[in-house]
């Protein structure tokens, strides 16, 4: 018995922890912000540019130390080889080992080493641009798709309250048929306009599903089937950016954003370029220092005997002869470009065009942003006044669907004519929320150019 109570309890707590872990829980648009950060792959991409321009100022703080190199080498020489130690050809093998280090320093190649440094350095803030420009353009389309999403719930409310009512029209209907007290016309125009709310609300529901689905694929999210979001609730209020001057926003965009940043960023990098290019054409000095040494495994001459023959022994031993055989060797040298199949002028006329190309990016950078600032402002502005604009309608057709239920209730409509009062009741009602939802990304927007970070507001 006691057995079994345990079990029935081993039971009962597994089914609890998979109970709990198959609910979804909702996600805020501050939660699916922060996990696209994490998780999207642009983004991912972006960070590791990131740490590859961080090894490029690596490379650049190495060109500044000296080179220092080993080497060693073991040989066999077989055939007709001169005897060192006699100094006669025979057939022999003999064997060799010798050892070195050899090092180098740049004391100076036309400043191309500091110019390569400064070079890095802004290749990692242009990187670093890169990454926030591309965390604030993925957070714009989560927000985006975030909206879309709850418009979109929105809608599907108002589809199936139609359809509710409808549904209750058409039993009224069909019980007014059977007493005669209507034509049977208008049960039948009933039964359409429930067919066609059905059809109204699978639209809704699907489209429900891909904002959905296209939300997951954004957060590279693999189970879309229990995604969700919480049902919150965003008013369309006046946003402080919007009382600023037109001019006083392109200002502050001028600031805040990294676009301009990243050119700016740019035509540095392409001048830097192009010093390192002209560096090329100048004189190079490099210090050099070698240190070598040898061993031989042949026998060495210690003498002559009475019939004029060299007396042999054998070789000494490994360190005696390193000892005895090391060497230094050190110096300078300069190198001056005098012909080298025009690289290095051709490196420099390169860079020239690159440089004017950054010139002409950064230029182009600021209209973009200009006319991206004015464009975000009238939009705004815009969907400000289509969003009053759906508000009067709506209280002009709820006024005008209260009527004819009236004028229903007392038998001067017919069902047809109700139907028709309240699809347009419902299309305002969804029209309120399509142009309160695209203003209120409209005017994320115009914050995101201010300087609001985007889950400030929302």
């Known amino acids: 018995m006691k057995n079994k109570c345990i079990l029935i309890c081993l ?265 390192i290019a002209k560096g090329a054409l100048q004189p190079s000095i490099v210090g050099f220092y070698g240190f070598g040494t040898r061993a031989s495994y042949a026998d060495r001459i210690i003498g002559v005997d009475a019939n004029g023959s060299f007396i042999l022994t054998g070789p000494k031993s490994l360190i005696d002869q390193f000892s005895d055989n090391k060497g230094h060797n050190f110096g300078f040298q300069l190198s001056i470009p005098i012909l080298n199949g025009f690289n290095a002028s051709n490196a420099v006329s390169r860079s020239k065009i690159a440089l004017e190309r950054s010139k002409i990016a950064q230029k182009q950078a600021e209209l973009d942003l200009e006319r991206n600032v004015f464009t975000a402002i009238t939009d705004a502005k815009g969907a400000l006044n289509a969003y009053e604009s759906a508000r009067s309608a709506l209280r002009a057709r709820r006024s005008a669907f209260e009527y004819a239920q009236e004028k229903f209730n007392v038998g001067m409509m017919n069902s047809f004519e109700l139907s028709q009062a309240q699809t347009l009741y419902s299309n305002a009602q969804s029209e309120l929320i399509r142009t309160k939802y695209d203003y209120i990304f409209k005017v994320k927007v115009v914050e995101f150019y201010f300087g609001i970070p985007i889950v400030d507001k929302l």
């Open 11 to 275: 039971i009962g707590l597994f089914l609890v922890t998979n109970l709990g872990w198959s609910q979804t829980k909702p996600w805020t648009l501050r939660e699916c912000v922060e996990f696209a950060m994490k998780n999207n792959i642009s983004i991912q991409q972006s960070e590791l540019d990131l740490q590859a321009s961080q090894l490029t100022k690596k490379d650049a703080i190495g060109n500044y130390l000296p080179n220092l190199n080993a080497n060693t080498s073991h040989s066999w020489n077989i055939g007709l080889n001169q005897n060192i130690t006699t100094g006669l050809l025979e057939n022999q093998t003999t064997q060799y080992t010798s050892a070195g280090l050899n090092s180098n320093v740049t004391i100076y190649n036309g400043l191309q080493n500091y110019n390569r440094l400064r070079r890095s350095n802004l290749s990692i803030l242009s990187s670093q641009y890169q990454l926030a420009k591309m965390k604030d353009d993925i957070g714009l389309n989560v927000a985006n798709s975030y909206l879309q999403i709850l418009f979109n719930k929105e809608n599907l409310k108002v589809q199936q309250e139609q359809l509710a009512n409808d549904e209750k029209q058409l039993k009224r209907a069909e019980e007014l048929v059977k007493v005669g007290a209507v034509p049977r016309g208008d049960l039948l125009d009933a039964q359409a306009t429930v067919a066609a709310d059905q059809q109204r609300v699978i639209a809704a529901e699907n489209t429900l599903f891909l904002s959905k689905l296209s939300m997951t694929q954004l957060l590279q999210l693999e189970d879309f089937k229990n995604f969700d979001t919480a049902d919150t609730s965003f008013e369309a209020v006046l946003s402080l950016p919007l009382s600023e001057t037109p001019e006083t926003i392109l200002a502050k965009a001028k600031q805040e954003r990294v676009e301009l940043k990243i050119a700016r960023t740019n035509l540095a990098g392409a001048e830097s370029d192009l010093k």
